[in-house]
């Protein structure tokens, strides 16, 4: 049976934007299953879809597309929401022990008592059978892609418990969307895709190292691993090397495709957000850490408007009407 305190009193989490639709406007008995899935904190779900919005672009520049196919693009969407909210899910239910000691995290759902694990394993349930459903609408060669990665989203909340790297398996796990576009497309994985699979998890490792700047001290406590920790004050250092990574290895998956000066117009608007970020960091200043966390949508965006863009010049030019 589910069991909940006050809703209307529970105290928001701590990187949850004060105000936030969920606290003002969904009815109380949801509130702890749409914090539970970080409905509050839509950041994770973008990370989470930006790979797949690059991959779906490229591919149709690739492909002499005018625009990146949109049903695609809204089943990725609907997608990352699912497969984002049950990965937190899984996480919570996994650490709930470890978040009840952690300043930032004790008042989730499940830590501070809002809600029971037996409650919480029939909303990881709904939310894999919406993640299914999508999954079933795409290609059987996405399909299989995707399958493949379930491994390695069930076993990334264990990593910071055995190695000082778990942003390693986080991007692995964040980045799959980067083959799922590509593999929809072209019912294959290629160069292109796989060059764009490994910049994504270079990114994510990065921008993850930032955010668990924010735990450090807890984490230490804990006795949690994480590349904040590991990296200490020298953090800045592998951030700007993970991130040059990245970008060297979108720049490559642009010439693979033969993607056009839109694409790296574009990739150049992420690579300066991303730039800003290593030069702006303060490992002390937890608010400065979150706010850089979450500038990576922009920079994202900013990646899938130059490659979208990008399809539509080159259609535009292939058709002579300019």
Same mark, same amino acid.
């Given at each position: ?14 990187? @949850?934007?004060?105000? &936030? ?5 969904? $009815?109380?008995?949801?509130? $702890? ?9 839509? !950041? ?25 196919? $949109? ?6 969407? !609907? ?13 919570d239910i996994l650490d709930r022990d470890i978040d009840r ?41 996405? /399909? ?20 000082? /790297?778990?942003?390693? /398996? ?22 292109? =895709? ?53 970008? @060297? ?9 033969? =993607? ?41 965006? !900013? ?11 080159? &259609? /535009? ?6």
């Amino acid at each position: 049976m589910t069991t909940w305190r006050s809703e209307g009193a529970a105290a928001p989490v701590a990187d @949850a934007r004060s105000g &936030n639709w969920v606290d003002r406007l969904a $009815p109380a008995p949801l509130r $702890p299953y749409l914090r539970l899935a970080r409905a509050d904190r839509p !950041i994770g779900s973008w990370l989470l879809l930006l790979p797949c919005w690059w991959s779906t672009a490229l591919a149709a520049v690739a492909a002499g597309r005018p625009y990146p196919d $949109p049903v695609l693009l809204i089943l990725f969407a !609907i997608g990352s929401l699912a497969m984002r909210g049950a990965g937190c899910t899984w996480n919570d239910i996994l650490d709930r022990d470890i978040d009840r000691k952690v300043e930032r995290t004790r008042n989730r759902p499940l830590a501070s008592g809002q809600l029971s694990v037996k409650a919480a394993f029939a909303f990881l349930a709904f939310q894999l059978l919406v993640g299914l459903a999508v999954l079933l609408s795409l290609p059987r060669f996405a /399909v299989i892609t995707g399958v493949a990665s379930m491994g390695v989203v069930a076993i990334y909340p264990l990593m910071k418990r055995i190695t000082s /790297v778990p942003q390693v /398996v986080l991007g692995i796990a964040f980045s799959w969307g980067a083959l799922m576009g590509w593999a929809s497309v072209f019912r294959s994985i290629d160069d292109p =895709a796989l060059l764009l699979f490994a910049g994504s998890v270079c990114w994510v490792f990065g921008y993850d190292t930032i955010y668990a700047h924010q735990d450090r001290e807890d984490d230490a406590l804990v006795g949690v691993g994480s590349t904040a920790l590991l990296f200490g004050e020298k953090s800045r250092l592998p951030l700007a090397l993970s991130y040059i990574a990245a970008v @060297a290895l979108f720049a490559g998956a642009l010439v693979s495709a033969g =993607a056009g000066v839109l694409s790296a117009l574009g990739l150049m608007g992420f690579a300066f957000l991303l730039y800003r970020q290593v030069v702006r960091l303060d490992i002390h200043d937890g608010a400065k850490c979150l706010a850089l966390f979450k500038s990576n949508r922009d920079a994202g965006l !900013i990646f899938f408007a130059g490659l979208s863009a990008d399809a539509l010049l080159q &259609n /535009v030019v292939s058709a002579g009407l300019i």
